[in-house]
């Protein structure tokens, strides 16, 4: 059973775009909300988390926004280079000292 | 300092041997967990644990599959008589006791049946 639902499955944007990829969840005991980067080859980085007592959070170029009431956090990407391009998973899990539900990730392309 | 080491990196073997994944986690780190990556899949929680609590066991797929970590630090995950479908990219993570620590990867064992 699939805690976390992602989409879109892949996503190709050109450089300067903006990708949105969209999270969401049922477990009301989730209060951790992460997103890794993976290149290829590589293991999962983790890019940017939230908790659900901010409705924003950003760092650097990269931006969660949180929906509570709707259970839906989602990644926008300001300003996507081509170096953006990796597959990106967002995740759930009642605390950061927790296993991580995660969702089936997103193949993002940025082109030149 | 070091960050999670795994070893091998790479695994082939045939259908029906045994197998052991080593995981060595960043030093002072309490938490362990174990994931699986099937290809073009997302990541697939197997086990973990935390400190000296008993390990949730919940993600195992299959009595063939069985961790353990010892003295709170190195951990083995053992799959017996592999089968096909176990081929994938075995993950492990650390984490702090902090309830802000992120969870840090290891590179993985890939692991393929033949």
């Known amino acids: 059973q699939q805690q976390v639902k992602q989409s879109p499955q892949s996503l190709i944007v050109q450089k300067g775009g903006i990708p949105i990829i969209n999270c969401a969840y049922e477990n009301t005991a989730f209060d951790y909300f992460p997103w890794y980067q993976q290149f290829p080859g590589k293991s999962p980085a983790l890019l940017i988390a939230?908790?659900?007592?901010?409705s924003e959070k950003k760092e650097g170029r990269f931006t969660i926004s949180f929906n509570k009431s709707a259970k839906q956090f989602s990644l926008h990407i300001m300003d996507s280079q081509p170096g953006d391009s990796a597959t990106y998973f967002c995740?759930?899990?009642?605390?950061?000292?927790?296993?991580?539900?995660f969702g089936k990730g997103t193949s993002l392309l940025v082109t030149p | 300092g070091a960050g999670v080491s795994q070893s091998p990196s790479n695994k082939v073997t045939e259908k029906g041997k045994d197998v052991e994944l080593r995981c060595d986690p960043i030093s002072g780190h309490t938490a362990l967990y174990w994931y699986r990556q099937s290809l073009g899949q997302g990541l697939e929680f197997l086990i973990y644990f935390q400190g000296n609590s008993a390990p949730d066991k919940s993600g195992l797929p299959s009595d063939r599959f069985s961790a353990e970590r010892t003295g709170g630090s190195v951990s083995t995950l053992t799959i017996q008589r592999t089968q096909q479908e176990d081929s994938a990219v075995y993950l492990c993570?650390?984490?702090?006791?902090?309830?802000?620590?992120?969870?840090?990867f290891g590179d993985g064992t890939r692991l393929s049946i033949l």
């Open positions: 993570a650390s984490s702090g006791l902090n309830s802000n620590q992120p969870q840090h």
């Open positions: 995740a759930a899990s009642p605390n950061s000292g927790y296993a991580l539900n």
């Open positions: 939230i908790r659900p007592d901010v």
